[in-house]
């Protein structure tokens, strides 16, 4: 186990699918101990099962540091080890004049997408990648390693060539699909990099505008549905770029650049008669808009509005017995749906749980950099 | 992947790289390197696209949520043309008959719609598939977008009164239902003051009972025009109790409402 990598695939027997165990009945209270060895036993090993997401390696390595960061189990984790091993991802640009070229430095989501440096030290083909970046930074955040340090002139420089003319993001110089995911991405990374030379805030600020939707939330691009997951990356972009304050129904909302009191109303809907949250109108509630959409109304000042009490009856359907939790009641785990499990359960204000930075999706420690 | 990445340094843009591609995206559909490097190839050996779909669709048979297939398939289609557009909404449609929802397929419709061309259709479109579920608010939203941007209807206050006119249908058929209380709304975007003076709109919707809760909800939902105060007071009294998993919420918009004159 010592040689392997952080967050290593186990390799994997095809098992029978019918022969999977079902969760029994829900447990009645936040099992923290069984999320810690959930979250433990992924970073030991990840299951093979998640191989096909091997491209975004980091970001399967941010749901579970950061997760066992929320459960306060960070000394599951070996700081320095991680620490090297995601600094070990960045795309270097060989020079300066490289910067230009169109091409993002940013990092790579894993070792498939990333070709061994060449005989003069030199790794060519590039292919980094934004939401990767984000959850490097994040993740050597969460570790305590202070990311001011690393060459971040040459992530903020070349990620200005991801920018589209109508001010959202591509998430990679390849070729890709341009929404609302990966405004958020750049955003968080100018943030976190406190340095806002990454964007044309103007620009950007324009395409999440031109995303709200007539019902008040947000589709992600123009014109889509509105949905959880795009309302959370606009008013959270929104938010770290500074258009819009902190707990602003305590202010004097109807002066803001978004349309507060829909957005607001759209977000209350999306709490369902079983207590949880749904993404979109009239469909089921899910596990993780308890964090997409929770996280809105946080930011907003309109967590205090939702019923609390419901919301944990909801979410404790989906927890497992295994720990972790599912999108759906009394369903298998899953990392993607734990990590917000948990993350929803920290907005709740949950004992044994870290508080939550809401608009960056990780914990306020690593947030601000008390480690 | 070693075979790859040494196919891709050398840059072989050859048959026997495109099925390196092949293999590799079964691998590992998300590996966007490998798409790319697909498209280089394909270019190069000037390959027959319409086998390129049908490559996709293989694909997306197995995992339609894949955000790289679905860029693949728009690079593919753009290079066809507006030959390709009535294949490809009429496949959209079929993908949508199995998941309607699906966010990936209405945001390829939306994209096919305005870049190729083939508005004519799509409100019938929309039409029938609100007939098979009033509830389904993708339908809606794509109608809000058909509505508001289609160059053959003439934009939104031209369509206005028959769209006022199907939406009230609807909220008086299912009261419950958000959809067409959020598209009503939609529909005086920017104007909100002649929603709530539409004596059409207030004598169908502001009826007693749930029409009437729900109504005043819909309408009042901006600080600067209040309705009457005390019927809003009313209103937000009501859903404190029937709506009880708001009922905080309810209580502060109460709390906010403008003084009686």
């Given at each position: ?25 829900p ?5 923290r ?11 030991d ?31 599951r ?30 990092f ?5 997408s ?16 934004l939401?990767?970046?984000y959850?490097?930074?994040a993740i ?26 109508d ?15 990966f ?6 990374i100018?943030?976190?990099l ?8 103007e ?15 947000f589709?992600l ?9 795009g ?29 507060v ?16 949250f ?9 596990t ?16 205090k ?10 979410l ?12 759906y009641?009394?369903e298998?785990p ?33 947030a601000?950099?008390?480690? | 992947m070693?075979?790859f ?18 293999r ?18 394909l270019?190069?050996l ?16 197995s ?48 994209w096919?719609?305005?870049a ?67 598209y ?9 003051e ?7 709109i207030?004598s169908v ?17 901006s ?39």
């Amino acid at each position: 186990m010592a040689t392997r990598d952080p967050l290593d695939f186990d390799v994997g027997v095809e098992e029978d699918e019918d022969g999977a165990p079902s969760p029994s009945s829900p447990l009645s209270y936040f099992e923290r101990d069984r999320h810690v060895a959930f979250f433990g036993m992924l970073y030991d090993l990840m299951p093979y099962h998640y191989q096909s997401q091997e491209i975004n390696r980091l970001t399967l390595a941010f749901f579970t540091i950061s997760g066992l960061h929320l459960l306060k189990a960070l000394d599951r984790v070996d700081k320095d080890r991680v620490a090297s091993w995601v600094l070990s991802f960045r795309a270097h640009p060989i020079n300066q004049a490289e910067l230009k070229n169109g091409q993002f430095y940013g990092f790579h989501g894993s070792r498939m997408s990333q070709f061994p440096p060449d005989e003069n030290g030199v790794s060519v083909c590039n292919a980094g990648h934004l939401a990767s970046t984000y959850c490097a930074l994040a993740i050597l955040k969460t570790v305590g390693f202070n990311i001011l340090t690393i060459d971040k002139e040459s992530i903020l420089i070349s990620m200005r060539n991801l920018q589209q003319p109508d001010g959202s993001f591509m998430p990679v110089h390849l070729g890709a699909e341009t929404d609302l995911r990966f405004v958020y991405c750049a955003a968080a990374i100018c943030f976190m990099l406190e340095d806002w030379s990454g964007m044309d805030r103007e620009k950007t600020k324009d395409y999440i505008l031109n995303c709200q939707s007539y019902d008040g939330g947000f589709g992600l691009m123009p014109g889509l549905e509105s949905h959880g997951g795009g309302t959370y990356c606009a008013v959270a972009s929104l938010r770290l770029m500074g258009y819009i304050e902190d707990d602003l129904l305590s202010k004097n909302a109807t002066s803001s650049i978004i349309n507060v009191p829909l957005l607001l109303d759209w977000c209350m809907q999306r709490q369902a008669i079983d207590g949880g949250f749904q993404g979109r109108a009239n469909k089921s509630s899910d596990t993780c808009y308890a964090f997409w959409v929770g996280a809105v109304l946080r930011i907003l000042g309109g967590y205090k509005f939702i019923d609390k009490i419901a919301l944990r009856g909801f979410l404790l359907t989906c927890q497992s017995e295994f720990g972790g939790f599912s999108k759906y009641p009394r369903e298998l785990p899953d990392l993607y749906h734990s990590y917000y499990g948990c993350t929803a359960f920290s907005l709740l204000e949950e004992p044994g749980l870290n508080p939550l930075c809401a608009e960056l999706g990780m914990t306020d420690l690593a947030a601000l950099g008390i480690l | 992947m070693d075979y790859f990445r040494a196919i891709y340094k050398a840059d072989e843009r050859s048959p026997r790289a495109l099925r390196l591609t092949r293999r590799a995206i079964h691998l590992n559909p998300g590996n966007y390197t490998v798409w790319h490097f697909r498209r280089l190839v394909l270019e190069a050996l000037n390959t027959d696209l319409d086998e390129e779909l049908d490559f996709i669709q293989r694909i997306a048979n197995s995992n339609s949520k894949n955000y790289q297939l679905w860029h693949h398939r728009r690079w593919v289609i753009e290079r066809l043309g507006s030959n390709a557009r009535a294949k490809e909404l009429h496949l959209i449609k079929s993908i949508l008959s199995l998941d309607v929802k699906n966010y990936h397929a209405w945001s390829h419709r939306q994209w096919v719609l305005q870049a190729l061309g083939g508005w004519e259709d799509e409100l019938d479109y929309c039409q029938q598939l609100l007939e098979q579920d009033i509830f389904n608010n993708s339908a809606w939203n794509q109608r809000y977008f058909v509505v508001t941007r289609s160059p053959f209807l003439g934009g939104l206050i031209a369509v206005r009164a028959s769209e006022v006119r199907y939406s009230v249908e609807a909220i008086v058929a299912n009261p419950n239902n958000e959809c067409p209380w959020r598209y009503l709304r939609g529909l005086y975007k920017d104007d909100i003051e002649s929603l709530v003076n539409d004596r059409e709109i207030s004598s169908v919707c502001l009826k007693p009972s749930q029409e009437f809760r729900d109504a005043v909800v819909a309408l009042w939902t901006s600080d600067t025009h209040p309705l009457d105060a005390d019927l809003a007071t009313a209103i937000c009294d009501i859903l404190e109790h029937v709506d009880s998993l708001r009922a905080s919420y309810w209580i502060w918009r109460k709390n906010k409402l403008p003084i009686a004159a």
